[in-house]
C-alpha cells in the first residue's frame, strides 16, 4: 500500500476502508498501447464514490512505453471474466 492508501485506511472505519479498497479495486486502469490492465488500488491510488472516467499518461509496467491509459469501472459480470492481475499472478 501506498502512504496514502495507508493512512485512509488507518483514519477511516473499518467498514469504510474496506469499501474504499474493494471500489478502488473495480476501478481499471488499462494501456491503450498493449491492452494490459491493473486495478487503480493495485497502482497506488484511491477512487471511491466516483463517476465516468478518465484517461492518463503513464508508463506501462507491460510494454514499458508511456501512453495513455483508460481509467473505467469494471461491471461485476467483467470483473469474474476478466480477473485482475493480482489475482492471476502476473
Given amino acids: ?5 495507508k493512512l485512509v485506511v488507518a483514519v477511516l472505519p473499518k467498514k469504510w476502508a ?3 479498497e474493494a471500489e478502488s479495486r473495480t476501478w481499471i486502469v488499462r494501456c491503450s498501447s498493449c491492452g494490459f490492465e491493473r486495478s487503480f488500488w493495485e497502482l497506488g491510488g484511491i477512487r471511491w464514490k466516483a463517476a465516468g472516467s478518465e484517461r492518463r499518461y503513464l508508463c506501462c509496467p507491460k510494454c514499458g512505453q508511456a501512453h495513455w491509459h483508460t481509467i473505467s469501472k469494471r461491471q461485476m459480470a467483467d470483473m469474474h471474466a476478466y480477473p485482475t492481475d493480482e489475482a492471476n499472478g502476473t
Wanted: charged content about 0%.
Fill in 1 to 5: 500500500m501506498t502512504p496514502v492508501q
Fill in 18 to 20: 474496506a469499501s474504499v
